[in-house]
């Protein structure tokens, strides 16, 4: 099984910047995709950023040329660099992994960023 824990979440302004970082642990197959998710209140969960095991990223249009999803596989860590943030990036922040050697997706327990003046 994996462990996924979150940390780097906060209360930042509008326009400023945040560093998110997910360590995961337990049995990390070298094949795994590692994300972002996030979460508003009132809405449903949304994609942010996914990276894959090659460095393969996704984005959310809403988040392109603002954020930077990276991970370092040697210490099973995935970042979100968050720039230029926007009130509407208020969210509870998920990080993900997927593995196709896994059955289901894990989760951790989420990190809330705030982006309020």
């Known amino acids: 099984q994996v462990q996924l824990v979150e940390s780097g979440g906060g209360l930042v302004q509008p326009g400023g910047s945040l560093r998110l970082s997910c360590a995961a642990s337990?049995?990390?197959?070298?094949?795994?995709?590692m994300g972002w998710y996030r979460q508003a209140p009132g809405k449903q969960r949304e994609l942010v950023a996914t990276?894959?095991?090659?460095?393969?990223?996704n984005y959310a249009d809403s988040v392109k040329g603002r954020f930077t999803i990276s991970r370092d596989n040697a210490k099973n860590t995935v970042y979100l660099q968050m720039n230029s943030l926007k009130p509407e990036d208020t969210a509870v922040y998920y990080c993900?992994?997927?593995?196709?050697?896994?059955?289901?997706?894990?989760w951790g327990k989420g990190t809330l960023v705030t982006v309020s003046s």
């Open positions: 993900n992994l997927q593995s196709p050697y896994y059955v289901r997706d894990f």
């Open positions: 337990g049995t990390i197959f070298s094949i795994n995709a």
């Open positions: 990276t894959a095991e090659d460095s393969r990223t």
